[in-house]
């Protein structure tokens, strides 16, 4: 019988975060076995490990292929499902460096100990950004009925990429973000004929701090909790637009309106164009 077990990430409190699902051998699953696991579950992602590639690289015993699944269909990357699994690993096989063959691509990851459990940081795919369409940025506006003086205009809109496309809008007030009650299928049909695994929604709330939200219609939730493809797509997309020092360490909060706070640690270092995203995890009981 398949183990699933139930983490959640950036988030030290099982009640917060985003909750992932987490099979460590899925040796025995084709594709309908794991859409079934992770529709069972229900949330967002569900990540399942089988054996890695020919010559992927990583300390043996520490390298392996994953496979990520919403509730209604596979997903190139997922940030939070990574955090999730490993950590999983790491409270088996101890902390250390990870990598994992993602459909994305490599993703390294490092496991460490801190405060009493554990903190996993991703290292992202190559990124990229580029502009959105002005009618595709009406119909996103449209469906979450937002007039076009609620963005922020030093957000400008811009789909950006690190492991999967999101659309980043940028939110003038903390009250425009938190006012969240969106067209679903509107709003889902455009994020599939653009390729989009979320609609990032930004508000800057200092420096190097921001509060986001994440309509996921396509994995067939409203929203997702604690989104680390897109902090990393993100950080990708505040380093371009010039937001942010090319060195820097960004603060993601997520989750306080839907009663399940998290923190995503985005690190953007001069000459690496990849992004980093760390944050802790937990086991759910």
């Not at 269909?73 to 990574?82: D, I, L, Q, S």
């Not at 490092?110 to 119909?139: I, M």
């Not at 997520?254 to 086991?283: F, I, K, N, W, Y």
Request: with cysteine; glycine share 12%.
């Amino acid at each position: 019988m398949t183990e699933v077990l139930r983490y959640t990430a950036f988030s030290t409190d099982p009640a917060g975060g985003n909750s992932a699902g987490v099979v460590l051998d899925a040796s025995g699953l084709d594709e309908a076995g794991m859409l079934r696991i992770a529709a069972g579950l229900g949330y967002s992602e569900t990540a399942f490990l089988t054996a890695p590639p020919e010559g992927l690289g990583g300390a043996e015993g520490r390298a392996f292929t994953v496979r990520y699944f919403s509730p209604k269909a596979e997903v190139p990357f997922c940030g939070h499902a990574t955090v999730a699994t490993a950590v999983a690993l790491a409270e088996r096989i101890g902390p250390g460096e990870l990598v994992f063959a993602t459909p994305a691509g490599t993703v390294p990851v490092s496991v460490t100990a801190a405060d009493g459990g554990l903190r996993a940081v991703l290292t992202s795919v190559e990124p990229y950004v580029e502009e959105a369409g002005p009618a595709d940025l009406a119909e996103a506006l449209a469906a979450l009925d937002w007039p076009e003086s609620d963005l922020d205009p030093g957000i400008p809109p811009r789909i950006a990429y690190a492991g999967a496309r999101h659309l980043v809008l940028g939110a003038a007030t903390r009250a425009r973000l938190a006012d969240l009650a969106y067209d679903f299928p509107r709003l889902e049909a455009l994020m599939r004929r653009l390729d989009l695994t979320t609609v990032q929604l930004v508000h800057r709330t200092g420096p190097a701090l921001f509060d986001v939200r994440d309509p996921f219609p396509v994995g067939g939730v409203v929203e997702d909790p604690a989104t680390g493809a897109a902090a990393a797509a993100f950080g990708a997309y505040a380093r371009e637009l010039g937001l942010v020092p090319a060195d820097a360490v960004l603060t993601l909060r997520q989750g306080q309106d839907m009663g399940r706070p998290g923190v995503l640690t985005v690190e953007l270092r001069e000459g690496d164009t990849r992004v980093r995203v760390g944050g802790s995890a937990v086991r759910i009981a």
